[in-house]
């Protein structure tokens, strides 16, 4: 039986925004981080769940933020303990880990690891933790850093460079998880113009490394070095488009934004919206024995939602130990104003993903399903995950990010969804475009994925 629980009624305009993990399950415990919105400020929260008695803690506080930009992350080592990077915006981001093993309640106190945006977060070979920032100067490229079990972080490398050609507004949405043998496999999105209010995005990429030894060195798929920091040019370019665009401002005509997942083998797959043919069309990748990219469209959400279209997917992909596939995906009516043609629009996305909510016809029709393969990927499933009048926004569900020994598919399955609503309320005081509150909800239900 479906169960809804309220976590707040202040989740900002981005509570659980962005591909980093949000969702941590230890033993009969699942932990859940999220953003609210205060007349105060902005404040990082995480509550727990008992998985036994179905009650919640209290909502502990994990930081103030900069502003709804500097989110939580969160993963478990293999020994239970907590660990959370609250993100800056462009400032610094600070390091906790929870003193007691499985516990959210007490935190060590915020060490500062470095200034950046968007924190990808993961548990590594041997305890240690792995960091992806966007770097805070200009928004440079993507920089890694690590923490071994006992000792401080430190910077390992720049992973990704922006290119002196766009010094305008950069994005670079990057995700990585560990094989069986200790590989680390990225991805990344590559956003890059000529301006920060006008001509964003001109270019733009999905492209893909891994690193056989923790990020000392890299190489593509098929075995080429390639040197840090990376352009699209030296990595496995899996998507790319370079071109004036339709507005000042566009969302991402392509992207991963976080998507990528490793199957029981230890093969590396990507999955992006691409909209640069048809409006969400959601595009499959991985590689062959030779380390060659194969693409396959997926067309089941075409048949089971024909006047939707897919609208976000970000950080909402992953493959169980059994090799079944999974991915959250929000829907769009295909008239909806967030489509120009087949593209999509930067004011049409008002009410979408964050802030307040126009009135207009489509904007409560978004529901969200699960998309689901058993056959690695050569056949996809659509069930609906969230109907449109849970009016969800930035739907997340638990990643494989976290240290221990492999959970049971089945008890993976049976996990939850973390999203806010479009509750909208605005905060006296605050921008136009801040200051809103919402309903942030866990929901959970075992017809979701059975087996």
Same mark, same amino acid.
């Given at each position: 039986?479906?169960?809804?629980?309220?976590?707040?009624?202040?989740?900002?305009?981005?509570?659980?925004?962005?591909?980093?993990?949000?969702?941590?399950?230890?033993?009969?415990?699942?932990?859940?981080?999220?953003?609210?919105?205060?007349?105060?400020?902005?404040?990082?929260?995480?509550?727990?769940?008992?998985?036994?008695?179905?009650?919640?803690?209290?909502?502990?506080?994990?930081?103030?933020?900069?502003?709804?930009?500097?989110?939580?992350?969160?993963?478990?080592?293999?020994?239970?303990?907590?660990?959370?990077?609250?993100?800056?915006?462009?400032?610094?981001?600070?390091?906790?880990?929870?003193?007691?093993?499985?516990?959210?309640?007490?935190?060590?106190?915020?060490?500062?690891?470095?200034?950046?945006?968007?924190?990808?977060?993961?548990?590594?070979?041997?305890?240690?933790?792995?960091?992806?920032?966007?770097?805070?100067?200009?928004?440079?490229?993507?920089?890694?850093?690590?923490?071994?079990?006992?000792?401080?972080?430190?910077?390992?490398?720049?992973?990704?460079?922006?290119?002196?050609?766009?010094?305008?507004?950069?994005?670079?949405?990057?995700?990585?998880?560990?094989?069986?043998?200790?590989?680390?496999?990225?991805?990344?999105?590559?956003?890059?113009?000529?301006?920060?209010?006008?001509?964003?995005?001109?270019?733009?990429?999905?492209?893909?490394?891994?690193?056989?030894?923790?990020?000392?060195?890299?190489?593509?798929?098929?075995?080429?070095?390639?040197?840090?920091?990376?352009?699209?040019?030296?990595?496995?370019?899996?998507?790319?488009?370079?071109?004036?665009?339709?507005?000042?401002? #566009?969302?991402?005509? +392509?992207?991963?934004? @976080?998507?990528?997942?490793? &199957? /029981? !083998?230890? *093969?590396?797959?990507?999955?992006? $919206?691409?909209?640069?043919?048809?409006?969400?069309?959601?595009?499959?990748?991985?590689?062959?024995?030779?380390?060659?990219?194969?693409?396959?469209?997926?067309?089941?959400?075409?048949?089971?939602?024909?006047?939707?279209?897919?609208?976000?997917?970000?950080?909402?992909?992953?493959?169980?130990?059994?090799?079944?596939?999974?991915?959250?995906?929000?829907?769009?009516?295909?008239?909806?104003?967030?489509?120009?043609?087949?593209?999509?629009?930067?004011?049409?996305?008002?009410?979408?993903?964050?802030?307040?909510?126009?009135?207009?016809?489509?904007?409560?029709?978004?529901?969200?399903?699960?998309?689901?393969?058993?056959?690695?990927?050569?056949?996809?499933?659509?069930?609906?995950?969230?109907?449109?009048?849970?009016?969800?926004?930035? #739907?997340?569900?638990? +990643?494989?990010?976290? @240290?221990?020994?492999?959970? &049971? /598919? !089945?008890? *993976?399955?049976?996990?939850?969804? $973390?999203?806010?609503?479009?509750?909208?309320?605005?905060?006296?005081?605050?921008?136009?475009?801040?200051?809103?509150?919402?309903?942030?909800?866990?929901?959970?239900?075992?017809?979701?994925?059975?087996?």
């Amino acid at each position: 039986m479906r169960r809804t629980d309220v976590l707040s009624s202040a989740g900002s305009q981005a509570a659980t925004n962005e591909a980093g993990n949000k969702v941590v399950t230890v033993g009969r415990r699942t932990h859940v981080t999220w953003q609210d919105v205060t007349p105060d400020g902005y404040r990082n929260r995480v509550r727990t769940l008992d998985l036994d008695t179905g009650e919640w803690s209290p909502a502990y506080l994990l930081g103030n933020a900069y502003d709804d930009h500097a989110r939580a992350v969160i993963v478990a080592d293999g020994g239970g303990f907590l660990h959370a990077i609250l993100s800056g915006h462009n400032t610094p981001c600070t390091y906790r880990r929870s003193r007691t093993a499985n516990d959210a309640a007490d935190w060590t106190d915020p060490v500062e690891v470095a200034d950046g945006t968007y924190p990808y977060l993961a548990c590594g070979p041997r305890g240690a933790l792995f960091l992806t920032l966007r770097n805070a100067e200009r928004w440079n490229g993507i920089e890694l850093y690590t923490k071994p079990h006992d000792g401080p972080w430190r910077h390992l490398c720049k992973v990704i460079e922006r290119s002196a050609d766009y010094p305008g507004y950069a994005a670079f949405h990057c995700a990585f998880g560990f094989d069986g043998d200790g590989v680390l496999h990225l991805v990344s999105d590559f956003y890059e113009g000529y301006g920060i209010y006008d001509e964003r995005g001109i270019h733009q990429a999905v492209a893909y490394l891994q690193s056989p030894d923790g990020g000392l060195t890299w190489r593509t798929c098929r075995g080429e070095p390639a040197a840090t920091p990376a352009r699209p040019c030296a990595m496995d370019v899996i998507c790319q488009s370079t071109g004036l665009r339709h507005e000042p401002m #566009p969302p991402p005509a +392509l992207a991963a934004q @976080g998507n990528i997942a490793l &199957d /029981p !083998a230890g *093969v590396p797959h990507v999955l992006y $919206l691409y909209h640069l043919n048809r409006a969400g069309q959601l595009i499959l990748a991985s590689p062959d024995q030779r380390g060659i990219w194969r693409q396959r469209s997926i067309d089941a959400l075409d048949r089971a939602y024909p006047h939707h279209r897919a609208s976000v997917c970000r950080g909402a992909f992953t493959i169980d130990g059994d090799g079944a596939l999974r991915a959250l995906v929000t829907l769009t009516p295909a008239d909806h104003p967030v489509w120009v043609g087949h593209l999509p629009s930067r004011p049409g996305l008002r009410g979408l993903s964050g802030g307040a909510v126009p009135e207009r016809p489509g904007s409560e029709d978004n529901p969200v399903v699960w998309l689901l393969s058993r056959d690695g990927g050569t056949t996809f499933e659509v069930r609906e995950a969230l109907p449109a009048q849970a009016e969800a926004r930035s #739907p997340k569900y638990e +990643l494989p990010v976290s @240290g221990g020994p492999p959970r &049971d /598919p !089945a008890e *993976v399955r049976a996990g939850g969804i $973390l999203y806010f609503d479009r509750t909208s309320h605005h905060l006296p005081g605050f921008p136009d475009d801040g200051g809103f509150q919402n309903r942030v909800c866990y929901c959970r239900d075992p017809a979701w994925v059975p087996g």
